[in-house]
């Protein structure tokens, strides 16, 4: 398979680039619901259109009445998204959640997806215990009791958390905290008793709870696939979120990039134009060239994970810490090469420093995957 | 089955049964590249048999024509051909400038006759080409060059100097940049094709940090070069005073190559193989390593894209200078780091232990990766004009 967007998928990238332009806006969206202090920390009416557009089920099953697309697709959903910086569960719901949903039961699919296809309803994901993101220790715990099960335990970073109508929960129903197996993953709805959300603004203006399950009552058939069998699902949902996150980085890195080239082609000191100073020319010829490698190692990813390639694996975390540094590099020169202005809050290279940033942590940063990188090859 | 498959599994089959299992094992020294030629000479029998068997399928050149010497192969099953190879560690048949440089720029700009007498010289491995390009006082501003050709009616009497001409003393052919117009600049150019065994040409090679001497000075002193070679064969690529179009094309395909954008060593992960060789690593040292890594799996990634793009022409133009950058720039991190895990053993210069102080030798060589064919800097400043439009650059 070549490394292009063949025609179907240029198609999309055209689609997805002018809607999400238009109503993905920073204006219209980023900027619109943080100077409101808008405790969802995203539009639902975008989230509506998402499903018109047919994004909100792209990734399910055409049986069970999504679209049966690919990762790439996805991750073109999210480039854009990551250029516009808009505020969007599409991430969590549409790429995390769908990918665990994907492994339920028919009952399970059958209660979830619908909701999530017509963009009714919101999920999220509650992996990471602890303010980094370690996914091989789980010690939330969920014990039997009667026909079901009984959920303790805290977790963290959980992206729209309190905004969401069902939250995909790893929790641990037999073995150690850092057991590989052992592992279930329960789809826990939002009136659930017991379940407590302690929800905050990040640096990017988007909302995150630390959720505390306070033995949470669930019935056997909020479990998604295998008791003590969700370790593999968890693994897909993270390959998936990685390179899912890994493209929308792609977006920030490019967003931040352009506007900072299109910048240097304006400003003027010392009587020239800023971009006419090699000083700042090579390090916007380096970082072009950071920004797309990254750009090809995401696609390759993506590839992978949708032709099932045992490599795909590797090349997420390859993907995730690639466009980390990449996209790191870019807002960073871009704040350093707009000068006073890039501190302001009123122009956005700001706002593409401060999603970078949240962006970056969510499933693991630059040195969580490098690491991954390390041990997978054997050293 | 779809004909690719088809394709890939008669490729494998015919690999498994024709090369030898010597041509499997990586490249070691200098010896085991075949280079062709009129002097060449093979290492052993199997690079013989391996050559000779693949010169006759077209596979030296496997995307070129038939008529040409090549195998005809579309982009794609060229892509196959390479993955098999590369798969079963399979080393190229045949290594040389003609391949990688002359020949994509006769393709390109050569008359039917050229291609028709040159190209299959190329593809059979019977005369071997250096590049005479740098000056002593252009390097970097190539186009500055001095080597003059003065017109004599059927032919050019060249005098002047080249440098960093690679294996000129063991090459038969120079396809080399002379100025024919010394009023204009960059329309003063043009592309000759000589001979090296020809009245007039001297080879002295230079001696590297490395101990090597792959590069050498070469003179012209009155040397006498035909416009033409017979009934449409001219003695220069394109048109007269118009060769630096085809230097710039061609500075394209050495990026390229340069770049190692082909995949193999140059863009492979290398901190398992450090680690069995250097036992427990620093802390530090596995962290650079792991983000090493990182950099040369993506980068291995950006050489397929770049190379899949290139195929259908989505390649932006420029987009070799960008690939030429950052792998030359990765190879140079990928040998510090070698050195670095290598230890003392790394620094033995001459000893059997180390083939004659390979790490040490490859390591100083790498350093001119970022310099040969266009320098790092000057690549930035190609990014920035054609890629970004930046002003003035």
């Given at each position: 398979m070549p490394l292009y967007y063949d025609d179907d998928q240029a198609m999309l990238a055209e689609t997805a680039q002018q809607f999400m332009a238009e109503e993905g806006a920073i204006a219209k969206q980023l900027r619109h619901w943080r100077d409101r202090d808008c405790k969802d920390g995203f539009g639902h009416g975008l989230w509506k259109q998402f499903a018109e557009m047919g994004f909100t089920g792209m990734l399910v099953d055409e049986d069970d009445g999504g679209l049966g697309m690919g990762h790439v697709e996805a991750g073109i959903v999210l480039e854009n998204i990551g250029r516009n910086l808009t505020p969007s569960p599409f991430l969590s719901s549409s790429v995390l959640a769908a990918t665990a949903l994907k492994h339920g039961s028919d009952d399970v699919r059958g209660r979830w997806l619908p909701g999530l296809i017509e963009g009714e309803k919101v999920y999220s994901v509650a992996i990471d215990e602890g303010a980094k993101h370690r996914p091989e220790t789980i010690a939330c715990k969920a014990e039997k009791s009667g026909n079901g099960f009984k959920l303790s335990g805290k977790k963290d970073y959980v992206v729209y958390g309190a905004s969401s109508e069902m939250i995909v929960v790893a929790a641990r129903t037999s073995g150690g905290d850092s057991d590989a197996d052992g592992i279930t993953l329960f789809a826990v709805?939002?009136?659930?008793?017991?379940m407590s959300h302690d929800s905050v603004r990040l640096v990017d203006s988007s909302m995150a709870s630390h959720v505390t399950f306070d033995g949470v009552e669930l019935d056997?058939?909020?479990?998604?696939?295998e008791v003590d069998g969700g370790r593999e699902v968890l693994n897909k949902m993270l390959m998936a979120g990685r390179v899912g996150a890994a493209a929308e980085g792609c977006g920030v890195a490019s967003g931040a990039m352009d506007m900072t080239v299109d910048y240097l082609k304006q400003r003027k000191q010392f009587g020239k134009l800023i971009g006419e100073f090699q000083a700042l020319q090579h390090r916007a010829a380096h970082l072009y060239s950071e920004v797309e490698i990254a750009r090809a190692v995401t696609i390759k990813a993506a590839q992978l994970l949708d032709g099932g390639s045992e490599k795909a694996d590797l090349m997420a975390s390859v993907a995730k810490a690639k466009v980390a540094k990449a996209a790191g590099l870019a807002v960073k020169e871009g704040v350093q090469m707009h000068g006073g202005i890039g501190m302001t809050d009123e122009y956005d290279i700001g706002l593409y420093m401060k999603r970078d940033r949240a962006l970056q942590e969510f499933l693991g940063d630059m040195y969580y995957h490098a690491g991954r990188v390390a041990e997978m090859s054997g050293y | 089955m779809s004909d690719l498959e088809a394709f890939r599994a008669e490729t494998r089959e015919w690999l498994e049964a024709n090369c030898p299992p010597e041509m499997r094992k990586p490249v070691r020294d200098e010896a085991d590249v075949y280079w062709g030629g009129r002097n060449a000479t093979f290492k052993n029998d199997a690079q013989k048999a391996w050559f000779e068997v693949c010169r006759d399928k077209g596979y030296t050149v496997p995307e070129w024509p038939t008529e040409y010497g090549g195998a005809g192969l579309s982009p794609a099953e060229g892509k196959i051909l390479r993955q098999e190879m590369s798969r079963m560690g399979a080393r190229p048949p045949l290594s040389s400038f003609g391949i990688w440089m002359l020949g994509p720029a006769l393709l390109h700009f050569g008359t039917e006759g050229q291609k028709q007498r040159f190209l299959n010289e190329i593809a059979r491995g019977e005369i071997r080409w250096c590049q005479g390009y740098s000056e002593p006082g252009s390097g970097s501003d190539l186009v500055s060059m001095q080597t003059f050709g003065e017109d004599k009616g059927d032919h050019w009497v060249v005098n002047g100097q080249k440098i960093w001409t690679s294996y000129a003393d063991e090459a038969d052919w120079i396809f080399c940049l002379v100025r024919t117009d010394k009023q204009n600049k960059y329309q003063g150019i043009t592309f000759m094709l000589f001979d090296m065994a020809g009245e007039g040409v001297s080879t002295k090679p230079i001696k590297l940090i490395s101990g090597n001497s792959p590069f050498c000075e070469t003179f012209f002193d009155d040397v006498k070069v035909p416009k033409s070679y017979g009934d449409d064969i001219p003695g220069y690529v394109g048109e007269i005073n118009r060769g630096w179009d085809v230097a710039k094309y061609l500075l394209g395909h050495e990026r390229e190559m340069i770049s190692g954008a082909g995949g193999g060593d140059r863009t492979a992960a290398i901190g398992a193989a450090l680690k069995r060789n250097a036992g427990e690593l620093d802390a530090v040292l596995r962290a650079e390593l792991a983000m090493f890594d990182v950099d040369a799996l993506a980068y291995s990634a950006m050489g397929e894209k770049f190379l899949d793009e290139l195929k259908v022409g989505?390649?932006?133009?420029?987009q070799p200078n960008m690939m030429k950058y950052a792998g030359t720039e990765l190879n140079k991190r990928r040998h510090e780091l070698m050195m670095a895990a290598g230890g003392s053993l790394a620094l033995e210069w001459e000893s059997d232990e180390t083939s004659g102080g390979k790490p040490a030798r490859n390591w100083l060589r790498t350093k001119a990766n970022s310099i040969e064919g266009g320098t790092s800097e000057v690549m930035l400043n190609v990014i920035s004009k054609r890629i970004l439009d930046l002003p003035g650059a």
């Open positions: 709805p939002q009136d659930a008793s017991g056997g058939d909020a479990v998604i696939g | 989505k390649a932006h133009p420029a």
